[in-house]
């Protein structure tokens, strides 16, 4: 199951329109109290790099999730220019610096600050529904057979690509998935925006470090796999499907060009952890 639009709730968190900056901050400010209950059980790692445009709304999201757990939100200033520090200070969220860029070292500093025993990876252009952190964290709670948990996302479109459009895409995305998982590698499958895993583990195989030619997400699932850490595990509940902005898909050059670099990936070539969209 998925959306054709984009549901009221993350409608709303995207445009808020009808709360100013300074409400906003303070929602946060709140809500990430409420959500730390003592020592963390999760952590909730943002890389950021001149996010100031989409960082509040981001943190607008996880903070109003609904869980029991207790969770930290860590994001990572991976060297930015704008606004993004002060805006993620003054909500009253930890912060930390950077200095070396990319998302490899961001991730990896993030891992290293973190004091819950999982890590969820989120992205700072990316909106996340109320029950996503308890929806990820579950499946690794209830079966340490699991190594690490990834789901699925959708994109809110910023250009002329058409929701309806990117909701057909989504469902040949889901398809191909299907492919890498039964006959492919797995680990190709899995994004740095809507994965979960535990800390102990990651820092076991050097977390986020990964050979040239393959990214960080991937490679960390391939390596707690092989490790004999547990299985992948696919959420597909539509509760922990997260909006993540098409930016990733204008840099492919638009759509077009993004599925047949997809496709050659899928079939042209033996599959490698990648996070390419």
């Known amino acids: 199951m998925r959306y054709i639009a984009i549901p009221s709730y993350i409608k709303q968190l995207w445009e ?3 709360r ?5 901050i303070a929602f946060i400010q709140a809500h990430a109290k409420a959500l730390l209950k003592g020592d963390p059980e999760v952590s909730v790692v943002i890389p950021a790099y001149n996010e ?3 960082i509040l709304q981001t943190l607008c999201s996880l903070t109003g999730n609904t869980t029991s757990r207790s969770v930290e939100i860590i994001v990572v200033n991976n060297n930015s220019k704008d606004n993004t520090e002060a805006l993620v200070l003054a909500s009253g ?4 610096k950077e200095t070396k860029q990319g998302i490899t070292a961001a991730r990896n500093a993030g891992l290293a600050k973190a004091r819950g025993k999982y890590i969820l990876n989120a992205d700072a252009d990316t909106l996340y529904p109320k029950d996503w952190i308890e929806q990820m964290v579950a499946p690794l709670a209830n079966n340490d057979k699991i190594s690490l948990s990834y789901g699925r996302f959708s994109f809110i479109p910023t250009g002329v690509t058409s929701r309806s459009t990117y909701f057909f895409y989504e469902y040949v995305a889901d398809m191909l998935r299907y492919v ?3 006959f492919k590698e797995e680990a190709v ?7 979960c895993f535990r800390r102990e583990q990651g820092m076991q195989v050097d977390g986020f470090d990964h050979p040239l030619g393959s990214n960080e997400d991937g490679w960390l699932a391939l390596k707690l796999r092989d490790k004999g850490f547990g299985k992948l595990h696919y959420v597909t509940n539509i509760k922990a499907l997260v909006w993540t902005t ?4 204008q840099m492919d050059g638009g759509l077009m060009k993004g599925i047949g670099k997809r496709l050659k990936r899928i079939f ?10």
């Open 268 to 277: 042209l070539k033996k599959a490698e952890p990648h996070s390419g969209l």
């Open 180 to 182: 890498n998982k039964y």
């Open 52 to 54: 100031e445009q989409s």
């Open 93 to 96: 969220v930890t912060c930390i």
């Open 16 to 18: 808020d329109t009808a």
């Open 20 to 24: 100013t900056k300074e409400e906003k």
């Open 189 to 195: 499958n899995v994004y740095g925006f809507n994965s």
């Open 246 to 249: 098409d930016r990733r898909i």
